[in-house]
């Protein structure tokens, strides 16, 4: 029998793992704030280099202080030719976020001051795999469509630059908008699994690579940023919009974890999901193509019935992304390449005020066993 001060909070759930100043959420309203400034402000307003400055330096850039920055981040988007042959190494089998793993795991072997954990040197660091990670992702994407990687334009914005990288094409203003949108509500969610797992790895006083490699681990699984694929899969399952009650009832009968739905901090809506929404509706109304919007909501409704279950961040931006013609199978690629600037803002606070994190687990094996005295 444990005491009740010995009781295991099973999944950490509530637990007050560290202080930070970087985002608020309460679950209940649901309310999320970055820096203080409410989301729904940020996702109407700012574009994502200035959600990027303001987690990283706490307060939004004056214009000088946003051009510069831009063009600093700008300046890096290039990726060494050793990192584009590992990417074009690698198996078609192999899941493209251990691609991007891998990848960033070389770029680190690749910079002499990997280990230089200074503030100054986390912040170039962090400038550069902000910049980076969508090159990567972007020559993934190309390769996989068998077609030849797009040098990075360092006139276009990070969103446009993304799209451009993707399709060759220039976006219009709509599509920026949307990727950028897209982008700065992913960037940052607190101690979400991936940013505790950065959190932990610096907590050693490991390297800045090191903890993003296990970040990148940690988001690739399905029930963190690995759901936005397998929503897709779901809604390319489903394919007609009448299919989608019956689809539903089968799988909870068999009681399956629906993706895209459910957190284990919102309650009562995910603060993120009404703008991804929009422009999912947006999207489609844009297109012609209303299919996806269609099933979407037809599932989100019988969830809503079945279950009560609210529909999280994944759930409408994954067909934002398919719109936009980002591959399925690197869905969870694009949401890494945007949590990596809320990675950094986390690995900055905890190298600042950092204590060895090293819970303790409540046993429940054997004790005093005696090795039997004949055993060789
Ligand atoms: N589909 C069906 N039922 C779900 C569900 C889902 N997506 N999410 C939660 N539930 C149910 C659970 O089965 C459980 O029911 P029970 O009490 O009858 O057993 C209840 O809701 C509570 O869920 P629990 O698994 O304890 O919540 P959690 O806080 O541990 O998990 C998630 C949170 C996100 C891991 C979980 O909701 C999930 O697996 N969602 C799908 C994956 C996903 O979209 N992840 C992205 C999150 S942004």
Redesign the pocket.
Known sequence: MSSASEQVIS?L?GVLACESSVAFIDGNIPELSYRGYNIHDIAETLTYEQVVYLLWYDELPSPEQLHTFRNDLAARRGIPSVVIDLLRLMPASAHPMAGLRTAVSLLGTLDPQADDNSPADLHRKAADLTAKIPTIVAVQARLQMGQAPIEPDASLSLAGNYHYMLTGKRPDTTITRTIDTSLLLYAEHETNASTFTCRAVVGTESDYYSAVVAGIGAIKG???GG?IDEVMRMFLEIDQPERAGAYLDQA?AAKR????????VYRAGDARAPHLRAMAERLAEATGDRKWFTIATTVEQHMRQA?G?IA???YYAAPVLYHLGFPLALFTNFVASARISGWSAHIFEQYANNRLIRPRALYTGHRGRQLPADYQ
Do not use: C, Q, T, Y
């Not at 974890?257 to 284990?264: A, D, L, N, T």
């Open positions: 999944g759930e399905p029930l963190h759901a909870l974890k629906i993706s895209g739905f459910g957190h284990r279950k279950i999280n961040v994944d």
